[in-house]
């Protein structure tokens, strides 16, 4: 009898560890068609007084995730006046960005092909983006600014840094900054010359602060002076002597360099922040790190609104799991023909028509839902850079996260011409 109680307890535990779908959850969600701006009502409650909305895309090499950022940022400028876009790459790539969609340069290919250091927006879904934004623009006088958070590749600090110097009508001269990518190996006479040259070029911005002030203006010295910092975070980051402590920094700067940029517009202006969930979530995760996400909600509160996002079948593109390993780092397409039965996928699967929003920080005023939507849920595995290598992940999402958007079939990004 004892054994057979025993067993009986087992099978319950089992049962309730994988329950992966609450029938109370329906109640905080709604299926929607197509993805579209005006697809995007569920939101219109849910954003009142909200200052920056997270967009985490469960893979970089999916097209849709794109078009959702896109559907998303006009949705949020138009109905909660959003003026500001936030993206995963470099501070001073995101300035030539801005370049374009204020109308100031018309070589977005050459921007993108030449200037950008990160494959997921070379994209023809990434062109688009930018294009309605440029467009947007052109045709009213409240524009929208996009930006960067990164720094781990300081190039393109350097050269604006060089071109504002110019402008000013200075001779000095950047020394060091060889290596610009984070992920080198610098030893440690290379980190001492990198520090020695920011110091150096930190208080020559300091003691002609002024006079750079009176050739430009305020705030084109004030950009110029960040992007100076973060060569010091640059500076910072590569002192550090594991690849886990380099990845803490990455992001801690992320989400500082957020705050500048909501700074630098007084905080009159809203924003969305786009990334890959592992940085948007409210989260320890992306290894151990403390991600921008928990940086920005430490900051903001409940002003900050993230979003996750899964997907149900369909192709993306990413790099090799074992790319490290085996030191191949070409591109791959990867196929998901069915979606993992008793996953937290499957159950947003169910609940769509074909796509699912689920309103996490709803749920979490329920208390029949406090325990489950706080409880690890499963679900299908994406891929960063790299694929994952397993077909589910388990994490704290309705923990993490004030809400998911499930996208039910995708397809691998279309690279551009």
Wanted: aromatic letters at 16%; glycine letters at 6%.
């Amino acid at each position: 009898m004892k054994q057979y109680l025993l067993l009986m307890l087992f099978v319950l535990v089992t049962k309730l560890s994988v329950a992966q779908c609450h029938t109370e959850l329906e109640n905080y969600t709604t299926a929607f068609d197509t993805i579209q701006a005006k697809s995007f009502s569920f939101l219109d409650e849910a954003l009142n007084d909200i200052r920056i909305v997270g967009y985490g895309e469960d893979t970089h090499g999916t097209a849709e995730f794109t078009i959702l950022a896109k559907e998303l940022m006009q949705y949020l400028n138009e109905k909660h006046d959003f003026k500001i876009l936030i993206i995963e790459t470099g501070f001073g790539e995101g300035l030539y960005l801005n370049d374009y969609i204020q109308g100031k340069r018309d070589d977005l290919k050459f921007v993108l092909k030449n200037i950008n250091s990160t494959w997921r927006y070379k994209t023809k879904e990434f062109e688009s983006l930018m294009n309605w934004l440029r467009d947007f623009n052109h045709k009213n006088e409240d524009k929208i600014y996009i930006y960067g958070c990164e720094m781990q590749y300081v190039r393109s600090e350097i050269d604006r840094i060089k071109d504002y110097l110019k402008s000013v009508e200075s001779s000095y001269k950047i020394e060091g900054f060889e290596k610009y990518e984070l992920w080198n190996n610098f030893d440690e006479n290379e980190k001492t010359d990198h520090f020695i040259a920011y110091a150096k070029l930190k208080k020559y911005f300091i003691e002609n602060s002024e006079v750079f002030k009176s050739k430009t203006s305020e705030e084109e010295f004030n950009i110029a002076y960040h992007l100076v910092e973060i060569l010091g975070q640059f500076v910072t980051t590569i002192n550090q002597n594991n690849g886990q402590r380099k990845a803490d920094f990455r992001d801690i700067y992320m989400g500082e360099n957020i705050l500048w940029i909501m700074s630098f517009y007084k905080h009159n202006k809203k924003a969305m922040y786009w990334a890959h969930n592992a940085h948007v979530g409210d989260w320890v995760d992306n290894g151990i790190v403390d991600v921008t996400g928990h940086q920005l909600r430490k900051l903001y509160g409940e002003y900050y609104f993230n979003i996750a996002t899964d997907f149900g079948t369909g192709n993306f593109i990413a790099y090799p799991n074992d790319a490290n390993k085996t030191g191949n780092w070409r591109f791959k397409t990867f196929t998901v023909d069915k979606v993992v039965e008793n996953t937290f996928t499957e159950c947003l699967k169910n609940y769509g028509k074909p796509n699912t929003f689920l309103n996490f920080r709803a749920t979490r005023t329920n208390e029949k839902l406090a325990y489950y939507i706080n409880s690890e849920l499963t679900s299908m595995s994406g891929a960063g850079a790299r694929a994952r290598s397993s077909e589910t992940e388990t994490k704290v999402f309705g923990r993490a996260f004030d809400a998911i958007i499930y996208i039910d079939k995708t397809s691998e990004i279309t690279w551009a011409d």
